[in-house]
């Protein structure tokens, strides 16, 4: 069991490009978090996800980010129009049920020059 | 804004002796978790105590929760140097709401110095 996968471990963007950060859930998990982490600080929730649909996603800002978990394939979270302050280091956890048995990922460090 | 805050903020220690770190949440909850975040790495979950339990321990650590105070501490005993990392206390929302969102803290960096 390979654990929570993400993919790219760093990720270099231009001001004005797209992001797309990847996620892996561990097997037979469904459900899928992701959180953002600044410098210095404690993970900040943004979406929760389960196969095709978001749960919860009051932590997304209200543009430019937006995240999916399609039937087959890995969980995106993609972020459009990349701003300096979106630079930080991005978390995805996954489950089998609620927060229960929680593991996270080793993140994205994505640098936005 | 956070629900749990972590005090100290960083804490320096030398190899053997105990760490003792707190946390503060602002709102009820079900659970709160400990989790450990090498320099530049994700998230090691350390141990969950539930509402209702007073203390619990996991090897080296030990973790107390008091909800009359919102407050949780976590004792880390006979340190070595590779405990070095910083420490974050997480709550669940506390209510029946999507079960899924974790509220960190800032975390607290601990340097335990052979």
């Known amino acids: 069991n390979a654990g929570v996968m993400q993919n790219p471990r760093h990720l270099v963007r231009r001001r004005g490009q797209e992001a797309r950060l990847r996620c892996s859930p561990m097997?037979?998990?469904?459900?899928v978090y992701w959180y953002r982490q600044l410098p210095e600080e404690g993970l900040k929730f943004m979406v929760y996800l389960q196969k095709e649909n978001i749960i919860d996603e009051s932590g997304m800002p209200k543009e430019r980010f937006s995240a999916e978990f399609p039937k087959e394939g890995p969980s995106i979270l993609r972020i459009q129009q990349v701003v300096r302050g979106d630079s930080a280091a991005y978390f995805c956890a996954s489950s089998r049920q609620g927060i229960h048995g929680y593991t996270f990922g080793s993140g994205t460090r994505l640098t936005v020059v | 804004s956070q629900q749990g805050e972590e005090d100290p903020q960083a804490l320096s220690i030398q190899e053997g002796e105990n760490a003792t770190m707190n946390c503060s949440y602002k709102t009820s909850i079900n659970n709160l978790q400990w989790y450990r975040q090498n320099s530049g790495r994700g998230l090691v979950h350390l141990i969950l105590?539930?509402?209702?339990?007073r203390e619990k321990h996991s090897g080296r650590l030990r973790v107390t929760l008091d909800t009359s105070k919102k407050s949780s501490s976590l004792l880390i005993t006979a340190s070595r140097a590779a405990d070095t990392a910083s420490y974050f206390c997480a709550t669940d929302a506390g209510y029946g709401g999507s079960q899924g969102n974790l509220i960190f803290g800032k975390g607290t960096k601990l340097s335990v110095k052979p």
């Open positions: 105590i539930r509402s209702n339990e």
């Open positions: 097997k037979g998990h469904s459900h």
